[in-house]
T-cell receptor, first 112, second 111 residues
Framework: ETGVTQSPTHLIKTRGQQVTLRCSSQ?????VSWYQQALGQGPQFIFQ???????GRGNFPPRFSGLQFPNYSSELNVNALELDDSALYLC???????????FGPGTRLTVT | QQPVQSPQAVILREGEDAVINCSSS?????VHWYRQKHGEAPIFLMI?????EQKGHDKISASFNEKKQQSSLYLTASQLSYSGTYFC????????????FGTGTRLTIIP
């Protein structure tokens, strides 16, 4: 059974640029949630995707957007990057109706 | 509102016990516990659902007091591998939960 994978591992971008992060969910999981984790903080919920539609969003602006594909993989897109967007971005996959969420290794984004 | 975890940090000798608490101001359906080592993904430990249940495996167990909106994680006879930051994540509905995480408790086990 393949776990949750994310790419790229690290990324450095300039303020104002756009970035796309990718996540492949664990085999058999149909729901993907994205979290932002600033240094020394707990993960903060960005949004969740189920059946290729957004299924809930946290307190993040519209420049954070996402997609889920028929194979349940997902993308997180961030436009007009700001310095405060520098963080570890985690995706977690789960099965609808079961609570456990399993995290991928994350993408470390640095905005300069 | 972010759940509050206590203590913020604790240092133990190998073999000692630890208790980590998680308290929320919101009514909870579930509490999820994770351990995260530096530079790694959070690892799922267990989930507790409302109903006041307790769970455990190996030497790690947890309880959930729905009325008090609190959960506690118990680590007994701690091992070096238990070192890391522990997070509780709270959910308010079951199914496709959007977790709200606490600020974490850093646990250091020394030989």
């Amino acid at each position: 059974e393949t776990g949750v994978t994310q790419s790229p591992t690290h990324l450095i971008k300039t303020r104002g640029q756009q970035v796309t992060l990718r996540c492949s969910s664990q085999s058999g999981h149909n729901t993907v949630s994205w979290y932002q984790q600033a240094l020394g903080q707990g993960p903060q919920f960005i949004f969740q995707y189920y059946r290729e539609e957004e299924n809930g969003r946290g307190n993040f602006p519209p420049r954070f957007s996402g997609l889920q594909f028929p194979n349940y993989s997902s993308e997180l897109n961030v436009n007009a990057l700001e310095l405060d967007d520098s963080a570890l971005y985690l995706c977690a996959s789960s099965v609808t109706g079961r609570g456990e969420q399993y995290f991928g290794p994350g993408t470390r984004l640095t905005v300069t | 509102q972010q759940p509050v975890q206590s203590p913020q940090a604790v240092i133990l000798r190998e073999g000692e016990d630890a208790v980590i608490n998680c308290s929320s101001s919101k009514a909870l359906y579930s509490v999820h516990w994770y351990r995260q080592k530096h530079g790694e993904a959070p690892i799922f430990l267990m989930i507790l659902l409302k109903g006041g249940e307790q769970k455990g495996h190996d030497k790690i167990s947890a309880s959930f007091n729905e009325k008090k909106q609190q959960s506690s994680l118990y680590l007994t006879a701690s091992q070096l591998s238990y070192s890391g930051t522990y997070f509780c994540g709270t959910g308010t509905n079951f199914g496709n939960e959007k977790l709200t995480f606490g600020t974490g408790t850093r646990l250091t086990i020394i030989p």
